[in-house]
């Protein structure tokens, strides 16, 4: 009664991953023997001062197969190994396998197989720069707010206020001052162009294309 080979399949020489991945094992065996269970268990490993295959134990995985009696060699996948807890680095890391049943236990590895990488940064998101210039009211200054942040405060209200590197959607608010008051207008929500410029029509509050 024996399981006469094991063999990792994947990663058969190297593969790369992110640590937001997941790692699937497949393993090649013949079984001699009963009818039984066998558990397989993959692990990914790293060579330290104990060992070549020092276990990363938060990425340990097992399946149980049943095998009928006789002599036939089989494929099993261990899937879906977490890698969330795998330090990223330039080096390798190993895959042991381990099948344990009535024949007691049979291991395997592949001591430098895997490459981990961090999981790459989200692009920035685009920014454009335009104007916009006040008209519908007769007004002394002003300054816009764009996305929650203030722009141009307080610039005469014959200037036009430059907003560079922001985000191209947005709701804009005018706050104007006139020789009487200050009132406040804020527009729906826009897509702009980079390098246009707008108008801030205070009478109909929207923004609109200046040329």
């Known amino acids: 009664m024996e399981v006469v080979e094991l063999v990792i399949k994947i990663p058969a020489n190297t593969v790369t991953k992110k640590v937001t991945d997941y790692l699937n094992v497949d393993i090649d065996y013949s079984y001699r023997g009963p009818a039984q269970r066998i ?13 070549e295959f020092d276990e990363i134990g938060s990425t340990r995985k097992a399946v149980y197969v049943d095998v009928p009696e006789g002599y036939q060699t089989y494929q099993v996948r261990v899937p879906n190994l977490p890698l969330s807890g795998v330090e990223p680095k330039t080096t390798p890391y190993g895959v042991k396998i381990k099948a344990e049943g009535t024949f007691g236990t049979i291991e395997a590895g592949n001591k430098a197989c895997l ?5 790459a940064p989200p692009p920035p998101p685009p920014t454009i720069t335009f104007s916009v210039m006040l008209t519908g009211i007769f007004a002394e200054q002003w300054y816009v707010i764009w996305n929650g942040r203030e722009y141009g405060k307080w610039t005469s209200a014959i200037d036009s206020i430059r907003l560079s590197d922001v985000e191209p959607i947005g709701a804009m608010t005018a706050v104007i001052q006139t020789a009487v008051t200050t009132y406040t207008f804020t527009t729906p929500e826009y897509t702009l162009t980079d390098g246009k410029m707008y108008e801030f029509d205070a009478e ?3 923004l609109k294309e200046a040329f």
Do not use: R
Request: glycine residues 4%; aromatic residues 20%; charged residues 15%.
């Open 39 to 51: 558990s397989f268990t993959a692990v990914v490993t790293q060579s330290t001062y104990w060992g």
């Open 115 to 119: 490459y981990v990488k961090e999981e």
């Open 204 to 206: 109909n509050i929207i």
